[in-house]
């Protein structure tokens, strides 16, 4: 199964812009990108996917290299509640099947 | 909103103890899935099912069954709980391949 590395952790200030990087050098043709974050004491929740274009939506942004070796979610504005796991993950494609890392624990300061 | 519960946040049992673990989904989705999530593993898929009394193995199914007899409700069953079962389990349900809705967790602790 395709794999994914990210850093354990980052920290940022609130309302600054904070950019998640995740490489997956394995990536096949046709691999989906999914990245999802889980908030203390919850189950995790969905961020956002894509496959080879850039996507935007309501929580976050991800940029996805031209190689697609690598990607990047950009939280435009961090709050305190953005304090999370966020995990990248790939998808195979025609599956359901996430395969999740470890993640980057992602700290958010006042 | 959709809305995946579970039976217990937590529960404790005894080695050699059936153990099941309740999951149930309301909005109509086909699909659901059980996780288990441990220190420095991440989550880690135990089985799925894409309809009712369908089941495919996850990545790791040693020790654990399933149930589907109804689509809202995806039941994981531990036929005789071991410590090394002592997890924090993690029930999800989609609709289709982008998104996955999960429940609230239950952490089990196996004495």
């Known amino acids: 199964d395709a794999k994914t590395t990210q850093p354990n952790s980052m920290e940022s200030n609130e309302e600054e812009p904070v950019h998640l990087p995740c490489n997956h050098s394995?990536?096949?043709?046709?691999?989906?990108i999914h990245w999802y974050r889980q908030l203390p004491s919850q189950g995790p929740e969905y961020v956002i996917h894509?496959?080879?274009s850039n996507v935007n939506n309501r929580m976050a942004s991800l940029a996805i290299a031209e190689d697609r070796k690598s990607s990047t979610l950009i939280l435009h504005r961090a709050t305190l509640r953005d304090a999370a796991v966020y995990y990248c993950?790939?998808?195979?494609?025609?599956?359901?099947?996430?395969?999740f890392g470890t993640g980057t624990r992602l700290q958010v300061f006042p | 909103d959709v809305k995946v519960t579970q039976s217990s946040r937590y529960l404790v049992k005894r080695t050699g103890e059936k153990v099941f673990l309740e999951c149930v989904q309301d909005?109509?989705?086909?699909?659901m899935f059980w996780y288990r999530q441990d220190p420095g593993l991440g989550l880690r898929l135990i089985y799925f099912?894409?309809?009712?009394?369908?089941?495919e193995k996850g990545d790791i199914p040693e020790g654990y069954s399933v149930s589907r007899e109804k689509k809202e409700r995806f039941s994981l069953i531990l036929e005789s709980a071991s410590t090394n079962q002592t997890s924090m389990y993690l029930c999800?349900?989609?609709?289709?391949?982008?998104?996955?809705?999960f429940g609230p967790g239950t952490r089990l602790t196996v004495t």
């Open positions: 999800a349900s989609s609709f289709d391949r982008y998104e996955q809705y």
């Open positions: 394995t990536i096949s043709g046709t691999d989906y």
């Open positions: 894509g496959l080879t």
């Open positions: 993950i790939l998808r195979i494609y025609n599956t359901d099947k996430l395969i």
């Open positions: 909005m109509d989705h086909e699909n």
């Open positions: 099912s894409y309809d009712v009394k369908m089941k």
